[in-house]
T-cell receptor, first 114, second 109 residues
Framework: DAGITQSPRHKVTETGTPVTLRCHQT?????MYWYRQDPGHGLRLIHYSYGVKDTDKGEVSDGYSVSRSKTEDFLLTLESATSSQTSVYFC?????????????FGPGTRLTVT | SQQGEEDPQALSIQEGENATMNCSYKTSINNLQWYRQNSGRGLVHLILIRSNEREKHSGRLRVTLDTSKKSSSLLITASRAADTASYFC?????????FGEGTQLTVNP
C-alpha cells in the first residue's frame, strides 16, 4: 500500500454536516490525490496536491476542499455533505515522482450521507 | 466523459483459461496503465505501457498498445480464482489520469 492509510474507513453522516477525511503517507511522496468511486462513473479525480500548500482541482471538485500543511497528510473536506456525496473515497500517491505515472492507492473510506 | 473505456463490462471464465480485456481511448496519450481492484479494496497498479511501446509483459500479464487504433488489451494467462477482480485502464489526459469503468473478471474454480 506504499504506506498509505485513510481515516476513517467508514462514516455515516447527516446532510448538511461538514466531514473531513484524512490521508496519511509515510514515505514523503510529493504527489497526492483524492478520488471518488461510484457505480457507472468509475474513478473520478476530486483534488490533487503537488506539494505542501500546493493543490489543484480535479474533475469533480465542487463541494470539496483540500488542505496539505504537511507532506504526509492530505485532508479532504466536504463543506456541507449532500446525499450525492455518498461514495467511496480513495487517496493515492504517485510513487514514481511523475504526476501521471503509477499511482498507489489507500484502502478507501466509505462515506454515507443520510 | 470517460477517456478510457473497458470492454467487456463483465467476463466469466474457468480457472486455467486466458482472459482478455480491452480498453479504448479517444485522445493522444503518453502512457496507459492497468490496475486491479479486489472487492472492497483500493486499486493496485499492474503495468504501465508508454506510447512508444507496443507490448509489455509482467508475469502472467501481457499488455499491448495500438496507438493507431487508440486501444490496449490486457491478457491474463492461465487464470486463477485469485485473479477475480475488477480491472481498470487509465490514460494520462491533460493533467490527470482518467480511469475507465472497469471490467469485472470472475474466474470460476
Amino acid at each position: 500500500d506504499a504506506g498509505i492509510t485513510q481515516s476513517p474507513r467508514h462514516k455515516v453522516t447527516e446532510t448538511g454536516t461538514p466531514v473531513t477525511l484524512r490521508c496519511h503517507q509515510t514515505e514523503n511522496h510529493r504527489y497526492m490525490y483524492w478520488y471518488r468511486q461510484d457505480p457507472g462513473h468509475g474513478l473520478r479525480l476530486i483534488h490533487y496536491s503537488y506539494g505542501v500548500k500546493d493543490t489543484d482541482k480535479g474533475e469533480v471538485s465542487d463541494g470539496y476542499s483540500v488542505s496539505r500543511s504537511k507532506t504526509e497528510d492530505f485532508l479532504l473536506t466536504l463543506e456541507s455533505a449532500t446525499s450525492s456525496q455518498t461514495s467511496v473515497y480513495f487517496c493515492a500517491i504517485s510513487e514514481s515522482g511523475e504526476p501521471l505515472g503509477e499511482q498507489y492507492f489507500g484502502p478507501g473510506t466509505r462515506l454515507t450521507v443520510t | 466523459s470517460q477517456q478510457g473505456e473497458e470492454d467487456p463490462q463483465a467476463l466469466s471464465i474457468q480457472e486455467g483459461e486466458n482472459a482478455t480485456m480491452n480498453c479504448s481511448y479517444k485522445t493522444s496519450i503518453n502512457n496507459l496503465q492497468w490496475y486491479r481492484q479486489n472487492s472492497g479494496r483500493g486499486l493496485v497498479h499492474l503495468i504501465l505501457i508508454r506510447s512508444n511501446e507496443r507490448e509489455k509483459h509482467s508475469g502472467r500479464l501481457r499488455v499491448t498498445l495500438d496507438t493507431s487504433k487508440k486501444s490496449s488489451s490486457l491478457l491474463i494467462t492461465a487464470s486463477r480464482a485469485a485473479d477475480t477482480a475488477s480491472y481498470f485502464c487509465a490514460t494520462d489526459s491533460g493533467s490527470r489520469l482518467t480511469f475507465g469503468e472497469g471490467t469485472q473478471l470472475t474466474v470460476n474454480p
